[in-house]
């Protein structure tokens, strides 16, 4: 069973930033593109960030662009979301996703995703 460990969430001032890290406890993702999806209470779950397979294209949702970075190191089966100047609105838990389509771009919706990790909570204070 291909698991998803999310880690790095914390509490944060405003305009502070943090790394939330994402690891493969079993199985690979290299060939699958992954993404990250946040939850706030009382909201929708929403997508903030998608990167391919390859590392070389990536989506972000507007919200967060030019704040928020994704990255991946195959190598070590490893997603990562770099936050800065976060908000007290970036409040949320944080998944981490993957499809189970290989070799694709990188994706925006829900549907598009098979596996999801357990979150991590990231708090903004203001």
């Known amino acids: 069973q291909v698991q998803l460990v999310e880690s790095g969430g914390g509490l944060v001032q405003a305009g502070g930033s943090l790394r939330l890290s994402c690891a493969a406890s079993?199985?690979?993702?290299?060939?699958?593109?992954m993404g990250w999806f946040r939850q706030a209470p009382g909201k929708e779950r929403e997508f903030v960030a998608g990167?391919?397979?390859?590392?070389?294209?990536?989506l972000y949702a507007d919200s967060v662009k030019g704040r928020f970075t994704i990255s991946r190191d195959s190598a070590k089966n490893m997603v990562y979301l770099q936050m800065n100047s976060l908000k007290p609105e970036d409040t949320a838990a944080y998944y981490c996703?993957?499809?189970?389509?290989?070799?694709?771009?990188?994706?925006?919706?829900?549907?598009?995703?098979?596996?999801w990790g357990r979150g991590t909570q990231v708090t903004v204070s203001s």
């Open positions: 079993a199985g690979t993702f290299s060939a699958n593109a």
């Open positions: 996703v993957a499809t189970s389509e290989f070799y694709s771009g990188p994706k925006r919706f829900i549907h598009e995703y098979a596996y």
């Open positions: 990167i391919n397979w390859s590392g070389s294209s990536t």
